[in-house]
């Protein structure tokens, strides 16, 4: 398949084939989705899907009917390295992007190592994303940390904790 996308041509014929990754779901399923990720003689990153009339690949046909269909979508190097750590075994992501250090917690000059008093958070309100800071006192933050009221799940009571930013807490009081 060749297309010209924002001025460049991505052409599955002449680019690289440098990883691929199917669903579980056989070639007659409408769930069936196959991606193939490509390099260019250039260096630029693009996937060719295809895929089944419930896959992500679907385009609609008539008044309500999907139809299986393809696609080719450019990537970012950054995107290029996520698709490939998602859906590539080790070796083929280091043939492709280099050897990556073994993980370890004691890397503290790679940040590897956890930090047990920040933690990224949602507003059950509003949906705002920040930073809890558990190490500093409740009052500097602006957070409101709740507890639901507990709930019967996987045959046990289990407790929920949800968040609050401040400006949601205190729309809450009034």
């Known amino acids: 398949m060749r297309k010209i996308i924002k001025g460049f041509a991505y052409d599955t014929a002449t680019a690289k084939e440098v990883g ?7 070639y007659k399923d409408f769930n069936q989705c196959e991606e193939t990720l490509y390099q260019t003689k250039a260096g630029a990153y693009f996937i060719y899907g295809t895929g089944g009339a419930l896959s992500k690949y679907a ?19 950054e995107e290029a390295r996520k698709w490939s750590e998602d859906h590539l075994d080790a070796d083929k992501y280091e043939n492709l992007f280099g050897k990556v250090p073994e993980a370890s917690y004691k890397d503290k000059e790679n940040k590897m190592e956890p930090d047990i008093h920040n933690f990224r958070v949602v507003c059950q309100s509003c949906g705002m994303t920040g930073l809890i800071d558990f190490s500093k006192p409740t009052e500097e933050s602006s957070w409101v940390i709740g507890c639901c009221e507990p709930r019967w799940e996987n045959f046990r009571w289990e407790y929920f904790e949800y968040y609050t930013c401040m400006n949601c807490a205190e729309k809450k009081e009034k």
């Open 20 to 26: 691929e990754w199917r669903n579980a779901f056989g």
């Open 59 to 77: 385009y609609p046909v008539g008044n309500s009917g999907w139809a299986g269909g393809e696609k080719i979508t450019p990537l970012t190097e």
